[in-house]
Every structure is written in structure tokens, then in C-alpha cells.
């Protein structure tokens, strides 16, 4: 069988899994919300990332089941959350093929309808480029999500070539900071203008900014101090099981 054979399988019976790595909020000091990373614990090739198979899936047309199935985990999930008391959003990385696709927008109709859909605790994590591609369409479609209660996230901020004009234009809820600028924040000068700039101007309009790839103390003191509003990384928390993550956050409160 080919990998993309086993995939397909693999979507199919159940030999893909979810983790979440946790967003804690500096001003609540608390986990807001966590972001579900697809995992694939293959027969042969062991624990795979998802740079080994998303790839795979987006050249080959199997993004949407893969995605569909992201989905439907993370809002079963993210219900048992809230049912145990944890108030919690959760995000969902969205391919860029996927922003303006019809099939996926019916899928989210579909999920927006069902049984553990809430407004407001739903994020779609995207890419600046997915969005450079068409920007008319992406923009279209960015607001028929938001106007469902989804939150808008614009992830890797920083790597792409988005310009001040597309910011204004896209409707957002929120930034995350790549983490190639974060990662050496306290300790390189051109890193920490570029962060303290973005979160400040981020500010401006009206966007919550999140941090990737804090590692440690020293960087995480330097986003509170620069005004942050999250962090996301192995300092604060590593990509988990949502048994694992309600574990912690029944520790934490
Ligand atoms: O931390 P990790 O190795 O899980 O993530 C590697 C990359 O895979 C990240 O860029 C992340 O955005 C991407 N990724 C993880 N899960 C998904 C998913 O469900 N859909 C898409 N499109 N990308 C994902
Ligand atoms: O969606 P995104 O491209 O941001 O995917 C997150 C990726 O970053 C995942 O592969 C995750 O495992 C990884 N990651 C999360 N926190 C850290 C961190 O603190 N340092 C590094 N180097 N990688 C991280
Ligand atoms: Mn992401
Ligand atoms: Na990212």
C-alpha cells in the first residue's frame, strides 16, 4: 500500500488522533484556548508529523476529510472541556486550498449545525497565503464564517508578504507572531522591535496578538512585558491528548 493508500485508511478506521497544545491568556492567567494538531501514529513509520502527511493530503484531494475529521474531533472534544467546567475555545489550522472551497464552507455549515457547536468557541487558524491567492474570495469567505460565530486567526504572521493594506482589509480576530521572530525575543534586538512593532500595531487594530514557540522564561517575560495577549509553546505546554490537557487544567484552578 502507498502511504497516501494508508492515509486514506488511516482516516477511515480511526489511526489518526488529535493533540492540543494549550494558548494561555497572560491577562487571565489561565488556558483560553488550545490548538488541535493532527497526529498519525502509523503501523510501521511510528508517530509521523503533520509536515509528513498534510502535504500529501493537500496534493492529492484528501485535505477536506482529513480537516473534516480535525473538526468533528476537536468540537467533541472541546464540549467535554466545557462540560467539565473549563471554558475553552479551540483552533483549527484551515489549509489554504480549504478557505474558499464550497465543499469545505458546507462542511462548516454542517458542523456549525450540529449538536457541539458553540458560537464563539470555534477558531480557523489560516495562513497569509491563503489568502493572497484571492484575496476577494478569501475575504468573502472569512466574513461567512465569522458571521457563523467562528474567530479568525491569522497564523505564522510574519513569513508571508502580507502588507499593511491586507490587514486592514481581512476580517480578523486575531495574530500569531511566527515563531522565527518569537523564539529569540529577549535576546536579539531586531527580533524584539519587530514583535513589540507587531503587537503594538496589531493593537491598533483591533487584534488579539498570540505568540508561538515560547521556550522558556526569558522570552516569556518579554511578551508580558511587551504587552502580549497569549502565548503558545513548550514553556507554557506541549501538544497533548485532550485527557492530558483537561488534567492540567484541572491541576491549574
Ligand atoms: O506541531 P506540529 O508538528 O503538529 O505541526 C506541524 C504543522 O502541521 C503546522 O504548520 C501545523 O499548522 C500543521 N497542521 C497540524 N495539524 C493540521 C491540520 O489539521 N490541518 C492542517 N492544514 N495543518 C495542520
Ligand atoms: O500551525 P503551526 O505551524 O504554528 O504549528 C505549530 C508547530 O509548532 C507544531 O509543529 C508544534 O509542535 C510546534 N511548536 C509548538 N510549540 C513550539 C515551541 O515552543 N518551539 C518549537 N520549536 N516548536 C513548537
Ligand atoms: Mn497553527
Ligand atoms: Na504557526
Not at 493593537?203 to 522558556?216: C, I, N, Q, T
Request: proline residues 4%; contains cysteine; aromatic residues 6%.
Amino acid at each position: 500500500l502507498s502511504l497516501l493508500g494508508e492515509l486514506d485508511e488511516a482516516v477511515a478506521t480511526g489511526g489518526l488522533h488529535v493533540h492540543y497544545q494549550p494558548k494561555l491568556d497572560l491577562g487571565a492567567r489561565r488556558i483560553r484556548s488550545a490548538e488541535a494538531l493532527i497526529r498519525w501514529r502509523h503501523p510501521e513509520l511510528g508517530a509521523l508529523s503533520p509536515d509528513a502527511f498534510v502535504p500529501l493530503a493537500e496534493r492529492h484531494d484528501r485535505i477536506l476529510p482529513l480537516t473534516r475529521f480535525v473538526l468533528d474531533t476537536a468540537l467533541r472534544d472541546s464540549a467535554e472541556w466545557r462540560r467539565r467546567g473549563h471554558d475553552m475555545s479551540v483552533a483549527v489550522n484551515v489549509s489554504p486550498l480549504l478557505v474558499v472551497s464550497p465543499d469545505f464552507f458546507e462542511a462548516v455549515a454542517q458542523i456549525v449545525a450540529g449538536p457541539h457547536f458553540v458560537r464563539g468557541s470555534l477558531i480557523f487558524e489560516v495562513t497569509e497565503s491563503a489568502v493572497l491567492e484571492d484575496l476577494e474570495s478569501a475575504i468573502q469567505a472569512l466574513h461567512a464564517f465569522r458571521s457563523m460565530g467562528i474567530a479568525i486567526s491569522m497564523d505564522d504572521y510574519g513569513t508571508g508578504q502580507s502588507t499593511l493594506a491586507y490587514l486592514q482589509q481581512l476580517p480578523l480576530d486575531e495574530l500569531k507572531i511566527d515563531r522565527r521572530f518569537v523564539q529569540h525575543a529577549d535576546k536579539d534586538r531586531n527580533d524584539a522591535v519587530l514583535v513589540q512593532s507587531t503587537i503594538d500595531m496589531a493593537h491598533k487594530l483591533g487584534l488579539k496578538v498570540v505568540a508561538e514557540g515560547v521556550e522558556d522564561k526569558g522570552c516569556f517575560d518579554f511578551l508580558k512585558s511587551a504587552g502580549c495577549d497569549a502565548v503558545q509553546g513548550y514553556f507554557t505546554g506541549k501538544p497533548m491528548s485532550s485527557e492530558m490537557l483537561i488534567r492540567e487544567m484541572t491541576s491549574s484552578t
